[in-house]
């Protein structure tokens, strides 16, 4: 059995275009190259920058996945879950953060991502593929909508 430990954001922006309402709040969702679930954008901390932070890892992961900067604004609760990857049973533990949209335009997503998008706060659910994410975004959510009121 193999342990990884990723970081990773949930990116939330405020109506930017022209044809968007600028109190709508959209979040940053991604769809995977590989096994095509829709998720957040996460990745392995210090697996090609040693003695990277969390945080660090976080912000990478979503510029490199998304094209999108973030700002970390606080820490949300650990995510764990098994999967199988070529024939070898994983366990991984995730470290998501809230973040606040800072620049980058999601067309210039890396190769990991087939489809990244920006969902209106009351989509994000429905389109979420896993368990685990749809359980952190529900903090996510909470503390979202505390912080914007």
Excluded: C
Aim: charge should be negative; charged fraction near 30%; glycine fraction near 8%.
């Amino acid at each position: 059995m193999t342990e990884e430990f990723s970081a990773g954001g949930i990116v939330f922006r405020k109506g930017l275009d022209s044809g968007e309402n600028q109190n709508d709040v959209f979040i940053l969702v991604s769809q995977h190259s590989g096994h095509h679930g829709w998720v957040f954008p996460k990745g392995h901390v210090a697996d090609t920058i040693p003695n990277e932070t969390e945080q660090e890892a976080a912000v990478r992961e979503v510029q490199e996945e998304t094209g999108i900067t973030g700002t970390i604004l606080e820490p949300l609760s650990l995510v764990d879950y098994w999967y199988v990857f070529r024939g070898e049973k994983r366990h991984k533990t995730v470290q998501y953060f809230l973040m606040a949209y800072e620049s980058g335009n999601t067309e210039d997503h890396g190769w990991e991502m087939e489809n990244v998008v920006w969902l209106l706060i009351s989509e994000v659910e429905k389109k979420l593929t896993y368990k685990s994410d749809k359980k952190v975004w529900e903090e996510a959510k909470k503390k979202l909508l505390q912080k914007i009121k």
